[in-house]
């Protein structure tokens, strides 16, 4: 779908003060933005490694993505994040749905997906790994 579509079909629509197109932001406010916003949700049909789940992840969000190749490894399901059936939106806004209605949940995830980067992509561990890989 482009953008247009989606942005005709939010002002159409009573999500309208939910949704917000933020085009284009700089580096220096990524922080500032995840810290507005409650989930992450990421419905890939492919993917690589997500720099932006990364960000979401790094900055305590919660996650819903779908269960493709690179967000299935990167993405504990049900522990630093939830993973839905690639191409089922009735599954995705179940998930979506659960985070909203249990803020105790959804923080826990944020949480343990903070924990997960930092164990396993945050800048040491990358370095620490490549350095690894030069010594082997």
């Known amino acids: 779908i482009l953008k247009e579509e989606l942005q005709l079909y939010v002002s159409e629509?009573?999500?309208?003060?939910?949704?917000?197109?933020l085009g284009n932001i700089q580096n220096?406010?990524?922080?500032?933005?995840?810290?507005?916003?409650?989930?992450?949700?990421?419905?890939?049909?492919?993917?690589?490694?997500?720099?932006?789940?990364l960000e979401a992840m790094n900055n305590n969000l919660p996650i819903v993505a779908s269960d493709v190749e690179a967000l299935n490894t990167t993405i504990e399901d049900k522990y630093s994040g939830l993973l839905y059936k690639r191409g089922d939106s009735n599954e995705l806004a179940?998930?979506?749905?659960?985070l909203l209605q249990n803020p105790d949940l959804a923080s826990e995830l944020g949480h343990n997906a903070k924990e997960h980067y930092e164990k396993h992509f945050s800048?040491?561990?990358?370095?620490?790994?490549?350095m690894k890989l030069y010594r082997d």
Request: hydrophobic share 35%; net charge positive; charged share 25%.
């Open 123 to 130: 800048y040491r561990q990358t370095f620490e790994k490549h």
């Open 28 to 53: 220096s406010d990524i922080h500032e933005i995840y810290a507005i916003a409650d989930i992450y949700v990421i419905a890939s049909k492919h993917e690589s490694l997500s720099i932006t789940t």
């Open 13 to 21: 629509s009573n999500i309208k003060p939910y949704i917000h197109f």
């Open 94 to 98: 179940g998930k979506f749905k659960t």
